[in-house]
């Protein structure tokens, strides 16, 4: 097979879904083909979607990882069509992710009109009703802290998260290690280090912040 960071996207998704190729190739195809995409389809669902997404209860990020997660789990089904120019083939790819991003959604927005259906609802109390929703502080000091990330960093933990949603492992594989080491111009032992250094300093942004917060 071709040199996977130089394999096309028919190829990537090929030796995802092909029951012959080895776990390890089959992760690091993963990887290549989410970080060639994965700005792209952030971009484009933050850019078009954001009110249904506001709506569906769901941000720009979980549902890129769910996009991909899915992408990854139905690769059997893209199509190149035998085409050969690259660019025509990127198109075609994205295209494909957006309508497997959009799947997702329609299903997001269709849970959110089942829930607001429910008789459920009518039993809940109207105390407080006028009240505006009290938002996750956690979940909004995490984004906060991603922010306060090096792209790098950034990088790092977005390939691992999306590792760890697909193969549920808890070790990041030295073939995923080794894309993000070429990508970056250094080893894979320092990956591991800049994830280790990132989660530290996610974690530690996030239990500061909140330990000022609650202090009287």
């Known amino acids: 097979m071709t040199d996977l960071p130089e394999a ?11 029951s012959s190729v080895d776990p390890a190739v089959k992760s690091h195809a993963q990887a290549v083909f989410y970080a060639r995409h ?6 484009a669902l933050q850019k078009q ?7 569906a209860g769901i941000s720009a990020e979980d549902l890129v990882q769910e996009t991909f997660h899915r992408a990854f789990e139905r690769a059997h ?8 120019d690259p660019e025509h083939l990127r198109r075609r790819t994205r ?3 957006g309508r497997v991003a959009q799947h997702l959604l329609a299903d997001h927005l269709e849970r959110f009109r ?4 429910s008789p459920y609802l009518e039993r809940l109390s109207c105390e407080a009703i ?41 070790r990041l594989p030295n073939a995923v290690s080794a894309e993000l080491a070429a990508r970056w111009n250094t ?7 800049i994830r280790s250094r990132a989660i530290k300093k996610l974690t530690d942004f996030v239990t500061e912040r909140l330990g000022q917060e609650n202090t009287p």
């Not at 979607?49 to 709506?55: D, E, R, T, V, W």
């Not at 089942?114 to 259906?117: K, L």
């Open 49 to 55: 979607q954001s009110k249904l997404l506001s709506l």
């Open 77 to 84: 089904t893209f199509q190149a069509a035998d085409i050969d």
């Open 187 to 193: 080893t894979n032992e320092n990956i591991r280090a």
């Open 114 to 117: 089942e829930v607001s259906a």
């Open 8 to 18: 096309s996207d028919a190829e990537l998704l090929g030796a995802v879904c092909s």
């Open 38 to 43: 994965v700005r792209y389809l952030y971009g």
């Open 95 to 97: 295209a494909w992710l």
């Open 130 to 170: 006028d009240e505006a929703p009290q938002p996750s502080r956690a979940l909004d000091l995490v984004t906060e802290g991603l922010d306060a990330l090096t792209e790098r960093e950034q990088d790092v933990l977005r390939v691992t998260a999306l590792y760890h949603r697909a193969g549920d492992a808890q």
